[in-house]
């Protein structure tokens, strides 16, 4: 099956310094990938959609200076956490859509996440 | 706007008793709905679709629009189906990201 890593799998930061974090789909391209955030015992928020070659798209909310997406391959879209803070603190799952023609169409395959604690 | 509900936070039943994650829904167009399962201490992975109309693990959903609900649904529980249960829904056009609902914890008691 299509599997996605995430990299770091956790991370603890200082105020103000920035947290890149990184979503890569192992055995499948991946035109489009997503960012969400969870919080505790909450649900999967989407931050931001994520194309292949093009800028990404941020939910209303989501400030697109503070969270840079970037998505340089097929394979591969990070996640820029900017001067962070403590409210920043949360769990950042991406995901990776399989691109149109390939396998079961419009398929949403998860990371295991990363953990954000911004002291 | 699109919207996902699920009732319950916490559904508790006993092994081998039927069960029914409640999912209701609100959108426009021509939704694509879907559950995801998070088992404890793993990713969010896909159970089921409503287009692929399959039996994963024993658990069936049927999409139904006049109640604009897509209930989770499997006739006896057993201990390993204890996880987070997640319903969501992608729009038919456009970035087709999904919305999620708040999540359902079924705990299956022996």
């Known amino acids: 099956g299509a599997v996605v890593s995430q990299h770091p799998s956790w991370v603890i930061c200082k105020s103000g310094t920035s947290v890149k974090i990184e979503c890569r789909s192992l055995?499948?391209?991946?035109?489009?990938m997503f960012w969400y955030r969870q919080f505790p015992k909450q649900s999967l928020m989407l931050m931001a959609t994520s194309n292949e070659g093009s800028k990404a798209t941020y939910e209303q909310g989501v400030e697109k200076d503070k969270f840079l997406i970037n998505h340089a391959s097929l394979t591969l879209s990070t996640l820029t956490v900017t001067s962070a803070h403590p409210e920043d603190s949360s769990f950042y799952i991406c995901?990776?859509?399989?691109?149109?023609?390939?396998?079961?169409?419009?398929?949403?395959?998860f990371g295991p996440g990363t953990r954000l604690t911004v002291l | 706007a699109q919207r996902v509900t699920q009732p319950e936070k916490l559904l508790s039943v006993f092994k081998g008793a039927p069960v029914e994650l409640k999912c209701n829904y609100s959108y426009s167009g021509s939704p694509e709905l879907f559950w995801y399962v998070q088992y404890s201490r793993q990713r969010l992975q896909l159970l089921l679709r409503?287009?692929s109309r399959e039996s994963i693990k024993g658990f069936t959903a049927d999409l139904n629009k006049g109640e604009t609900s897509f209930h989770l649904k499997k006739p006896f529980a057993q201990e390993e189906d204890s996880a987070m249960y997640y319903c969501?829904?992608?729009?038919?056009?456009?970035?087709?990201?999904?919305?999620f609902g708040s999540g359902t914890r079924l705990q299956v008691q022996p």
């Open positions: 969501a829904l992608s729009s038919d056009t456009g970035r087709r990201a999904l919305t």
């Open positions: 409503h287009i």
């Open positions: 055995d499948f391209q991946a035109t489009t």
């Open positions: 995901s990776a859509r399989t691109s149109p023609g390939t396998g079961a169409r419009n398929t949403q395959y």
